[in-house]
């Protein structure tokens, strides 16, 4: 039997909409808008793109969005300085630098610069010490969006056995910590991990995100198994414009699993819908 398609489109409007009516209700309540600052330094041209649409998104739902394009020559010191002002703007309830930084810029010291109750990425430490602890955290985007998509195709997380392949501080770990929250027994996997299509077929859930194009096979997943599939890869199609994938060859999974994430129209569209989602949970907890 063919999965169940998990339409990441169709549930990140419905994320969208919810934010919007939230967002309205703040309005209500308190007066003003939440207001998301996204920083982006240099002229990395997927990020110009990612930080416009990030503006854009705020706007549509009611928040006060803004974008703040600095130069490729921008010093750490001049962006510690943008950061320490938005940081003690009131109106600014999310900071989000966009990465990759340019080379000069160390990532690690303007991250910790961003206060974590503004810090909707969710990538200071201390937010990433609050998930791992069970306390209330901004948690990152994409598996915040990932377990939400889970959520919405009605998958049972407690006491599933649920495999994260990847092990980044950006998706696998936090990915493994929501799943962890929810009374899942997870593994992580990485690079290292001995046969991992075996390991892999004992799995209710597999949450991929190692970027490796169609990585993960039919004979991996466990029948009826739910797959989420976080990979972006483009390879080579035969027109030569290329084509994206994700990092499980959705073609054969699909006819495995119970449920299933496609690529493109599955995780990717939640990312910006949780970042939405978390400027306004930000806005709450500043206001209280
Ligand atoms: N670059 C690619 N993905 C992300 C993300 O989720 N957050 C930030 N800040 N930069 C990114």
């Given at each position: 039997?063919?999965?169940?398609?998990?339409?990441?489109?169709?549930?990140?409007?419905?994320?969208?909409?919810?934010?919007?009516?939230?967002?309205?209700?703040?309005?209500?309540?308190?007066?003003?808008?939440?207001g998301?600052d996204?920083?982006?330094?240099?002229?990395?041209?997927?990020?110009?793109?990612?930080?416009?649409?990030?503006?854009?998104?705020?706007?549509?739902?009611?928040?006060?969005?803004?974008?703040?394009?600095?130069?490729?020559?921008?010093?750490?010191?001049?962006?510690?300085?943008?950061?320490?002002?938005l940081?003690?703007d009131?109106s600014v309830?999310?900071?989000?630098?966009?990465?990759?930084?340019?080379?000069?810029?160390?990532?690690?010291?303007?991250?910790?610069?961003?206060?974590?109750?503004?810090?909707?990425?969710?990538?200071?430490?201390?937010?990433?010490?609050?998930?791992?602890?069970?306390?209330?955290?901004?948690?990152?985007?994409?598996?915040?969006?990932?377990?939400?998509?889970?959520?919405?195709?009605?998958?049972?997380?407690?006491?599933?056995?649920?495999?994260?392949?990847?092990?980044?501080?950006?998706?696998?770990?936090?990915?493994?910590?929501?799943?962890?929250?929810?009374?899942?027994?997870?593994?992580?996997?990485?690079?290292?991990?001995?046969?991992?299509?075996?390991?892999?077929?004992?799995?209710?859930?597999?949450?991929?995100?190692?970027?490796?194009?169609?990585?993960?096979?039919?004979?991996?997943?466990?029948?009826?198994?739910?797959?989420?599939?976080?990979?972006?890869?483009?390879?080579?199609?035969?027109?030569?414009?290329?084509?994206?994938?994700?990092?499980?060859?959705?073609?054969?999974?699909?006819?495995?699993?119970?449920?299933?994430?496609?690529?493109?129209?599955?995780?990717?569209?939640?990312?910006?819908?949780?970042?939405?989602?978390?400027?306004?949970?930000?806005?709450?907890?500043?206001?209280?």
């Amino acid at each position: 039997m063919s999965a169940r398609i998990i339409d990441g489109k169709a549930i990140a409007e419905k994320v969208r909409g919810e934010v919007k009516e939230g967002v309205a209700a703040f309005v209500a309540k308190y007066g003003r808008a939440p207001g998301l600052d996204v920083l982006l330094v240099g002229e990395h041209a997927p990020s110009i793109v990612y930080t416009r649409n990030k503006e854009k998104a705020a706007l549509e739902v009611g928040i006060r969005g803004r974008l703040h394009r600095l130069p490729e020559t921008t010093t750490q010191a001049q962006l510690l300085e943008q950061i320490a002002a938005l940081s003690a703007d009131p109106s600014v309830d999310g900071i989000l630098i966009q990465l990759p930084l340019p080379k000069h810029i160390d990532e690690r010291t303007v991250l910790l610069a961003i206060p974590p109750e503004k810090d909707v990425d969710g990538f200071h430490p201390v937010n990433v010490g609050r998930l791992s602890t069970g306390q209330d955290a901004l948690v990152p985007c994409t598996p915040l969006g990932s377990l939400r998509l889970l959520d919405e195709a009605g998958v049972n997380l407690k006491g599933a056995n649920a495999i994260v392949i990847g092990r980044s501080n950006i998706v696998g770990k936090p990915m493994a910590q929501l799943l962890l929250g929810r009374d899942a027994t997870v593994t992580i996997a990485h690079s290292r991990t001995a046969d991992l299509p075996a390991l892999c077929r004992t799995m209710d859930v597999v949450v991929a995100a190692v970027g490796r194009a169609e990585m993960v096979k039919a004979d991996w997943i466990k029948p009826g198994a739910a797959v989420i599939d976080v990979g972006i890869n483009r390879i080579e199609s035969a027109d030569g414009k290329g084509r994206l994938v994700g990092d499980v060859a959705y073609a054969e999974c699909k006819e495995v699993a119970g449920s299933i994430t496609p690529v493109p129209g599955g995780v990717g569209p939640m990312t910006i819908a949780m970042l939405l989602q978390n400027t306004l949970t930000a806005a709450h907890a500043r206001s209280r």
